[in-house]
């Protein structure tokens, strides 16, 4: 199940907001009502004068009775009654439009202003007297509370009744002119009493965290999913009952609503406002097509809105109303393709950009697929002058009985060329039933009922309520024969299933091969269809072309909604139950063994259900790869062989397929959180203002996601996850432990780590952060001296700039991307834990008062104004160039271009000692005092020292606002100033190639790589800049001088102790590699303090021997695909992680890389320069072949063992793999 804090809105929130005003103004809705009822009493009285501009509305036909025939009278509710939301009214009664006593098929009110619920029935009463009660609907199928009182009595007459009062208190019933009904003159029968129960319980409080979830809502329209009004039928129009109802449509948002909730998003109070002169469906079409229709721009806001809009009328939850105006079909049809063009011009299915390259967002294109379906069809038949004419045939038809023609002419033929609607479709649903399933045979002529389903077809098609099946078929002469052998694989497949035909023998029988038969089939058929749409729609598309399409993205849609309940019976006959982990202990066990069968079945299921969301246009790439990944860990045979024939059968075939479990989980779960944070709280905003029930609108994003195919991946998810994490011998709700110590203070959430996001560090006590996400640059110190502690809820590399600088900086920290872990910290907030972070994992805990004497290991420095003061780092000298220079990298020193350069020239002699166990790339380096020659020769050399000072004294006030001002002002002096030139031009010459060269432009500042002071990632790199632009390789030079005023460096460097004014920034440019691997190892572990062991100088064990050096006993190295920017970043999810054992030489993984995608540079295409990929890791040898983890891990060991040996103390070091040859860029002393 998705965590809780993906909803959109809070119910006690939501709760606090209705309190506040969200309630609307019942006065006026009372006078409304008051209004009409005297409007329809001038007008039926024919003594009083007309009321000015309000036509007199015609009497009712008057159709004469046969004896004990039944007379029909509409009944108008209008009845006061304030519910908790959530709960809804209806009226039971004996009349069969009263449900007969039966409150499932009760008459349902539809709240209005002032807890005023409205309706109208017609009661058809062979008796006269009809007998009624009021009865409280609960929430969630939770029954019924009916009035306690004697059954309430209507005369029916004819004469139009109207029913008003008050819940449980006084009802009265009389006719619309104000007068008392007329008696019957039958008559009634013996009186029936309805039902009432011993005792009404008070309803209790709607809480929504306690209620079950709700249910999936359909994607198409379907009768099924029908929330509204059931159908009147009439035999008469009825003008005044439907100027009643419209006034009750249009004024269903409060007049004064949108400008008395200015938090409402453009959008939705153009929604708002628009729909109280909008009370048709047409008019409801208009309103959309203004928001999002041709010559508007598009924006998740709008997309929100409206699809929420559709989506409710299509439901019934927004009525619709006649407007007093005749618009055939074909309006509707028009408005809905103009605003298909425009969303389909712009988007189409292509996951990067849309029609003349506008960049178009993932989420974008997500919430389009959630307003397609409500638009109604525009095929050539829909949108011809005079459509849908079979149903005016019918209607004229002689051969069927005058009640039921009128009905159809009154309810359907007029209505629907008048005013189309959803509703008309459940009255066509409601017909079609009773002139078949409820008829008796020959009770209608034969030929009448064939054109009547016909014409239900032809409605359903106008509405696009058919179902994927029936699309595809249709389709099915327009598409290749290849296509059409999938269409029929997959007819035959759910066939086989829906008949019987497959049995019901579990998942690995015919029942599951049927299943995934279906799967399959969807997913090419849909992916036929998808591929046909890639491409953003011309603007000069004919007509035909336009309506074809429309009929694919339907179709491609349905697939999807088809999908999710092939994947539900897949779970099904897995044994995976419908209510969570109690449920599920059959799955869970058959994974848990280990059966490889079980787990091949159960992994091709994800597999294809990724496929779909792939195909939907989610991280396409991403899916894909992780859907080969699972088919490939728990199906083929080579890899299945190296760990006892299941995917789990050692620990780490466990840890990989751990690993891609994990990667897809977090597919589905973004797609879950995009999903909630585009709607926002449009829906809950949208509910209130029509006056629907709360948890509606609360609980819109959690339907659609439930609904959809990624939920049904996440059922698969967890279990699997589960059962690998227990092989794996990873615990439920673990940690991953990267910085050790103890920590104590209040647990205080927060988005990321930056200054003040946990509360003023001078007024705050101890705190311990849990934070959700980071990119891996962030600074502890730079959140406050009073964190102590730090837990993410993310999967962070351990040799990433966070980790390193939280273990130099002492601060315990501890990673989990499990939502149990999350859950348990969530619990937390606001109470003072116990943060324990050890090698072997970590816990976090209440403190209790026996946690008084814990002491944290966090540097007593901290926010201890008492404690010693550790000495400031001192800065190493810098030499000044008065000169636009750069020199070879082989002849940079500490004093021209910093440790890093330096380090760097060095690494090439040692590289040259080295016996080609490693290289460096060549380069050249720009020395300290270029940056300031260049602004003096700007005229700005003052404003560059008035401004670094600037950053001090910010640094100094401890306001967060003030250190971003003065970074920001001394970076756009260095970013506006123009670049030499020449000085470009001396770069790219010591680069071959043309200057097609891609290069790295890296920092070396003089406050880098010092005793007590890392500063890894505090200073910018600039990666795959051409050599062939000046432009760009000025701008990147100056990018990285600039960086020498971020933020997090200035702070940094105030931390330590560093005035700004010591401060100096060189650049060194290397040639990049185009790698295929990216490491950082420490060569000493990171986990505990070991006692080091002897080698010789090859590297091997020495104990004995004569001439030995000491390094560490493990070396720990973190691997990724492509460039080293995403390990230092702290990319999400995992590297490979691995450990040597410098005394056997034995490798082992502690986790399998997961990092969805790789910064890459291609030989054959450099000119591209760095560009982002997907990682497929069952083409990588790292995850698939244990003889090249095994080679790579004594490869870097020895590495290791050489540059801790050359430079006498543990290192931290950053290279490359590109084929056989291994690079190192950069080492540099490793904290410890």
């Known amino acids: 199940h998705l965590p809780a804090r993906r909803m959109s809105c809070q119910p006690g929130v939501l709760r606090a907001a209705t309190a506040l005003g969200a309630r609307p103004n019942a006065t006026r809705t009372r006078s409304l009502t008051a209004r009409r009822a005297s409007v329809v009493a001038r007008a039926h009285d024919q003594n009083a004068p007309a009321p000015e501009n309000v036509p007199a509305a015609p009497a009712p036909e008057s159709v004469p009775a046969a004896p004990g025939a039944a007379t029909r009278t509409t009944v108008a509710f209008a009845v006061q009654a304030s519910l908790d939301f959530g709960f809804s009214l209806v009226v039971v009664g004996s009349d069969k439009s009263l449900g007969a006593w039966n409150p499932d098929d009760a008459a349902r009110l539809t709240w209005s202003e002032g807890d005023v619920w409205v309706g109208a029935v017609i009661v058809e009463s062979a008796v006269g007297v009809e007998e009624f009660k009021l009865v409280v609907e609960k929430p969630h199928g939770g029954g019924y509370e009916w009035e306690e009182c004697e059954n309430r009595v209507l005369t029916a007459s004819g004469v139009p009744l109207m029913v008003t009062g008050t819940l449980g208190g006084d009802v009265q019933v009389a006719a619309e002119d104000g007068s008392a009904p007329t008696p019957p003159t039958a008559t009634p029968a013996a009186t029936t009493h309805a039902p009432i129960p011993s005792s009404i319980d008070i309803p209790p409080s709607f ?267 249709a389709l099915r002469p327009f598409v290749e024969p290849e296509a059409q052998a999938q269409i029929d694989e997959l007819q035959g497949a759910m066939w086989a299933l829906e008949s019987g035909e497959a049995g019901h023998d579990g998942v690995l029988g015919n029942e599951g091969a049927a299943v995934m038969r279906a799967l399959r089939a969807s997913v090419s058929v849909r992916r036929y269809f998808g591929q046909a749409l890639e491409t953003g729609m011309r603007n000069d598309a004919p007509d035909e072309a336009v309506s074809t399409r429309q009929e694919y993205r339907l179709a491609e ?322 030499t000044l160039s008065n000169k636009l220079e750069c020199h070879p990298l082989e002849r940079a020193t500490t004093e021209t271009a910093g440790a890093k350069a330096a380090t760097c020239a060095d690494l090439q002699l040692v590289a040259a000692r080295s016996d080609s166990l490693f290289k460096t790339p060549p380069g050249v380096f720009v020395p300290f005092g270029v940056m300031e020659t260049v602004c003096e020769n700007a005229g700005l050399g003052d404003a560059l020292r008035e401004a670094a000072k600037a950053t001090g004294t910010a640094a100094a006030s401890g306001d967060p606002e003030a250190v971003e001002r003065a970074c920001e002002a001394a970076r756009a002096l260095i970013r506006g100033v123009d670049f030499p030139s020449d000085l470009a031009a001396q770069i790219a010459a010591a680069f071959p190639g043309a200057g097609a060269t891609r290069v790295v432009v890296r920092s070396s500042a003089n406050v880098e790589d010092l005793a007590g002071m890392s500063a890894a990632g505090l200073y910018e790199s600039e990666i795959g800049v051409s050599t062939s632009s000046a432009a760009e390789l000025g701008a990147a030079v100056r990018e990285v001088w600039a960086s020498l005023f971020s933020r997090r460096a200035v702070l940094a460097r105030h931390i330590a102790g560093v005035p700004p004014e010591q401060a100096r920034m060189a650049v060194f440019v290397q040639e990049m590699a185009p790698a295929e691997l990216s490491f950082v190892l420490h060569t000493r572990s990171t986990k505990a303090q070991e006692k080091d062991v002897s080698l010789d100088a090859e590297g091997n064990n020495a104990a004995a021997a004569a001439s030995t050096v000491s390094v560490s006993p493990t070396l720990e190295a973190e691997i990724a695909v492509g460039l080293g920017e995403t390990l230092a970043s702290g990319a999400q999810g995992s590297p490979w992680r691995v450990e040597v054992c410098q005394q056997t030489g034995a490798v082992s993984l502690s986790s399998f890389a997961s990092i969805g995608t790789a910064l890459m540079l291609r030989e054959a295409v450099a000119h591209l320069g760095v560009r982002s990929e997907t990682v497929d890791y069952s083409t990588q040898p790292l995850s698939v072949d244990v003889a090249a983890r095994n080679a790579l891990g004594a490869r870097l060991a020895a590495i290791g063992a050489v540059l801790e040996a050359e430079y006498q103390t543990p290192q931290d070091v950053e290279g490359t793999v590109v084929g056989e040859q291994v690079y190192i860029v950069q080492t540099r002393p490793q904290p410890l």
């Not at 929504?208 to 008469?236: F, K, Y």
């Not at 628009?274 to 924006?299: D, F, M, T, W």
């Not at 609980?699 to 996440?714: L, N």
């Not at 698969?716 to 092989?727: E, G, N, Q, T």
């Open 557 to 878: 849609i349905a697939l999807e909604e088809l999908a999710f309940v092939v994947m539900a019976r897949a779970l099904q006959c897995s044994g995976a139950g419908v209510d969570g982990e109690a449920d599920n202990a059959h799955f869970v066990g058959m994974l848990q063994s280990g059966d490889q069968s079980f787990w091949r079945v159960a992994a091709e299921a994800t597999a294809h259900g990724l496929r779909h969301v792939a195909i939907g246009g989610w991280r396409s790439a991403e899916c894909e790869a992780t859907a080969r990944e699972l088919e490939m860990w728990c199906g083929d045979q080579d890899v299945l062989a190296q760990s006892q024939n299941s995917p789990i059968g050692d620990r780490e075939a466990a840890l990989r397929l751990r690993a891609t479990l994990q990667r897809a989980r977090r597919v589905v779960e973004s797609h879950a959180d995009a999903l909630s944070e585009a709607y926002g709280n449009v829906p809950v905003d949208i509910a209130d203002a029509f006056g629907l029930p709360e948890h509606l609108g609360v609980t819109h994003v959690e339907a659609i996601v439930r609904a959809g195919v990624p939920f049904q991946i996440s059922r698969y998810i967890a279990p699997m996850l589960r059962a690998a994490s227990d092989a794996a011998g990873v615990r439920p709700g673990g940690y991953d432990a990267v910085s050790g110590g103890v920590a104590r203070g209040v647990l205080v959430e927060c988005q990321s780590l930056q200054p003040g996001s946990l509360g003023d560090p001078l007024t705050s006590g101890p705190v311990v952060a849990l934070a959700w996400s980071a990119d891996g640059d962030e600074e502890v110190r730079a959140a406050g001296a009073h964190v102590k502690g730090v837990v993410l809820a993310r999967d962070l590399p351990h040799l990433s700039h966070l980790a390193i600088r939280a273990r130099q900086e002492k601060t315990p920290l501890a990673a989990t991307e499990d939502a149990a872990a999350h859950a348990a910290a969530r619990a937390l907030l606001g109470r003072e834990v116990i943060l324990e972070v050890t090698p072997d994992g970590a816990t976090l805990r209440a403190a209790t008062a026996a946690d008084a004497a814990v002491a944290e290991t966090a540097s007593p420095t901290r926010g201890d104004a008492n404690a010693a003061a550790t000495p400031a780092p001192t800065p190493s000298p810098a």
């Open 207 to 473: 809480d929504l965290n306690t209620d079950p979830p709700p249910e999936p809502t359909p994607v198409m329209n379907s009768a099924g999913a029908w929330r509204g009004q059931q159908t009147q039928w009439m035999q008469h129009r009825d003008e005044s009952m439907e100027a009643f109802q419209m006034d009750i449509v249009k004024n269903r948002v409060p007049e004064d609503y949108v400008a008395s909730r200015p938090h409402l998003t453009p959008a939705t109070k153009q929604v708002l406002e628009g729909s109280r002169e909008a009370p048709s469906y047409l008019n409801k079409l208009e309103l959309v097509q203004s928001i999002v229709g041709q010559g508007h721009a598009l924006s998740v806001e709008k997309l929100a809105a409206t699809s929420t809009f559709l989506r409710w009328i299509a439901a019934g939850h927004i009525e619709c109303a006649e407007d007093g105006h005749h618009h055939r079909p074909d309006r509707p049809a028009v408005v809905s393709r103009d605003v298909f063009i425009n969303l389909e011009t712009v988007a189409g299915l292509n996951p990067l950009y849309g029609k003349h390259g506008a960049p178009v967002s993932s989420v974008e294109r997500q919430i389009m697929r959630h307003l397609h379906p409500w638009l109604p069809s525009f095929s050539s038949e829909f949108t011809c002058s005079v459509p849908m004419t079979r149903i005016r045939d019918i209607a004229h038809r002689n051969d069927i009985p005058q009640d039921l023609k009128k009905e159809i002419k009154h309810t359907l033929q007029n209505k629907i060329h008048r005013n189309a609607g959803p509703e008309d479709l459940i009255a066509v649903d409601a017909m079609l039933r009773r002139i078949t399933v409820e008829a008796h045979d020959g009770q209608y002529n034969q030929d009448f009922v064939n054109e009547f389903c016909l014409f239900a077809a032809e409605l359903k098609k106008f509405f696009n309520a058919t179902g994927a099946l029936e699309r595809v078929d």
